[in-house]
């Protein structure tokens, strides 16, 4: 069967997510609503949403979980023909605390020794990555195993060499590194494939260890990136090209919900607005106003836009349509 082209590719790992129906102490929740959960799936839900053609790899379990995420795969419009289902391993899951103050939640992870963390270079379609324009990629999923790792620069230096472009959020996850040392070493080196890249400025300083958002940008457009655009939370955003430098004012939030997805929803904004061939400074806003959208809802995904919903916000994107 000939393979679909695509706007974006990605790859990661997507887990049942278990949030607690009340606010407080995770521990004292007695009832859960189930959802589905993960950085790079929730960049291709938002994607997707807008009206890209999306295509997610992974490895789920054979199990209720597994069908789980690939029914939720489905009712997003998001390709999953390359999707493996495991027969030896599980499919993860988290807990997630409910915080009505606006407060970050709490999350434990059941996720070692799950079916994604066995993705390897043996997961690698040369003809269905190479279907996509666009490849996305985090720095989730090259923490979860050494041979995820392993996949992930394989990806980036296939797509590269045939020309796509290459988007990367380092969505740090120190845990799941045996050292920031080599998280940031590894994590640095996956970032210079990228085009773009999408560091959160604690994470800019924990990879680079350089303060400002300035120098931050800098060592990544020093090692190959055509722009980088650094996530300030209520400060906006600060844009660096070689030849444009910007902070771009956040979007006005009304309440503060759930701050989780906030950074994925910011690439979904960044991603869709350049596959559109606008400006840098428009995927910057874009990007600031579906992340303040993400926060406002509570859930990983649920407040990512359609393309209506994205149209029709009263955001700052009103003045470039």
């Known amino acids: 069967m000939p393979v679909k082209s695509l706007d974006v590719v990605t790859y990661g790992e997507a887990m049942a997510m278990f949030v607690a129906s009340e606010s407080g102490d995770l521990a004292k929740a007695k009832s859960f609503v189930k959802r589905a959960a993960g950085a790079e799936l929730n960049v291709a839900t938002g994607l997707a949403r807008l009206g890209f053609r999306v295509g997610w790899v992974s490895r789920v379990g054979r199990d209720s979980f597994g069908r789980f995420v690939l029914e939720t795969l489905a009712s997003e419009g998001i390709d999953s023909t390359a999707v493996t289902i495991d027969e030896r391993y599980p499919t993860a899951f988290q807990l997630k605390s ?3 103050d606006g407060s970050d939640p709490e999350i434990e992870y059941f996720r070692q020794g799950s079916a994604a963390s ?23 999923a090259p923490a979860i195993s050494a041979s995820s790792l392993e996949l992930a620069f394989h990806i980036a230096g296939e797509m590269r060499a045939a020309g796509k472009s290459i988007s990367f959020d380092p969505n740090l996850r120190p845990t ?26 604690e994470e800019g300083r924990i990879l680079t260890g350089l303060a400002s958002p300035h120098d931050i940008a800098g060592f990544y457009l020093a090692r190959g990136a055509s722009g980088v655009i650094v996530k300030l939370g209520s400060a906006g955003a600060y844009l660096r090209t070689a030849r444009q430098e910007a902070t771009i004012p956040a979007a006005p939030v009304a309440k503060v919900v759930d701050t989780v997805g906030a950074g994925d ?27 303040a959208m993400a926060i406002q809802v509570s859930g990983d995904s649920e407040g990512l836009p359609t393309r209506k919903q994205l149209v029709d916000c009263n955001g700052p994107l009103k003045q470039h349509r």
Not at 122 to 136: G, I, K, M, T, V
Not at 176 to 193: F, G, P, Q, T, V
Not at 265 to 289: P, W, Y
């Open 98 to 100: 409910r915080n009505d």
């Open 118 to 140: 066995q993705l390897s270079i043996a997961d690698y379609r040369p003809e269905y990555f190479q279907a996509a324009r666009h490849l996305h990629l985090s720095g989730v």
């Open 176 to 201: 799941l590194w045996r050292s920031r040392e080599i998280m940031a070493d590894r994590l640095n080196a996956l970032a210079s494939y990228a085009d773009w890249v999408l560091p959160g400025l």
């Open 265 to 291: 929803g910011f690439a979904v904004g960044v991603i869709s607005a350049l596959l559109e061939g606008r400006d840098a400074h428009f995927a910057a806003t874009r990007g600031n106003l579906i992340g």
